[in-house]
T-cell receptor, first 111, second 114 residues
Framework: QQQVKQSPQSLIVQKGGISIINCAYENTAFDYFPWYQQFPGKGPALLIAIRPDVSEKKEGRFTISFNKSAKQFSLHIMDSQPGDSATYFCAANFGNEKLTFGTGTRLTIIP | DGGITQSPKYLFRKEGQNVTLSCEQNLNHDAMYWYRQDPGQGLRLIYYSQIVNDFQKGDIAEGYSVSREKKESFPLTVTSAQKNPTAFYLC?????????????FGSGTRLTVV
């Protein structure tokens, strides 16, 4: 199975709060898990990525948590800011296979 | 600066017309991809190419055609057979043979049928 299931579809978080987006996969061959951020009218941009040999990766306010046994990974945005309002896509692949994308989460940060 | 250039940014198509969307990259990436994005929707793969003069259909190839005559270029033609072409089209590229490198996306072309 090549699916990557992403939830929630949309998310509203207060400024300063923690935004959490979850993804689950079925293909145990996947070994690369990136997250993309897309602003309206723009192309997605790579935000942060993780490999399954680590359980967590942090870059600034963005953290990926990875649970290999549960086949799940999540994006945490700490101290969420209005500028973080965007659509976020998780993805996965292995080797030379093309990326399989989740369906996206529209994040809105409110004052 | 290296990157992917998509043109035009906005494109209007009349019923029954074919239109071609341009995608050029100077990243020396082997693979290129075309995605379609509908409002509030995810990314759906139209076509992809991992090497010059070769390409494969994605999940929604019907009504579209591509060519890959040069490594740097991967134009997408939206034909009159595509009955609902209004969407945001994204081109991406990546390295082949070096796994786990991710994609670089262009800024997109918004196509509207008038």
């Amino acid at each position: 199975q090549q699916q990557v299931k992403q939830s929630p579809q949309s998310l509203i978080v207060q400024k300063g709060g923690i935004s959490i987006i979850n993804c689950a996969y079925e293909n145990t061959a996947f070994d690369y898990f990136p997250w993309y951020q897309q602003f309206p009218g723009k192309g997605p941009a790579l935000l942060i990525a993780i490999r399954p040999d680590v359980s967590e990766k942090k870059e600034g306010r963005f953290t990926i948590s990875f649970n290999k046994s549960a086949k799940q990974f999540s994006l945490h945005i700490m101290d969420s800011q209005p500028g973080d309002s965007a659509t976020y896509f998780c993805a996965a692949n292995f080797g030379n296979e093309k990326l399989t994308f989740g369906t996206g989460t529209r994040l809105t940060i409110i004052p | 600066d290296g990157g992917i250039t998509q043109s035009p940014k906005y494109l209007f198509r009349k019923e029954g017309q074919n239109v071609t969307l341009s995608c050029e990259q100077n990243l020396n990436h082997d693979a290129m991809y075309w995605y379609r994005q509908d409002p509030g929707q995810g990314l759906r793969l139209i076509y992809y190419s991992q090497i010059v003069n070769d390409f494969q259909k994605g999940d929604i190839a019907e009504g579209y055609s591509v060519s890959r005559e040069k490594k740097e270029s991967f134009p997408l033609t939206v034909t009159s057979a595509q009955k609902n072409p209004t969407a945001f089209y994204l081109c991406a590229s990546s390295i082949v043979g070096r796994s786990n490198y991710g994609y670089t996306f262009g800024s997109g072309t918004r196509l509207t049928v008038v």
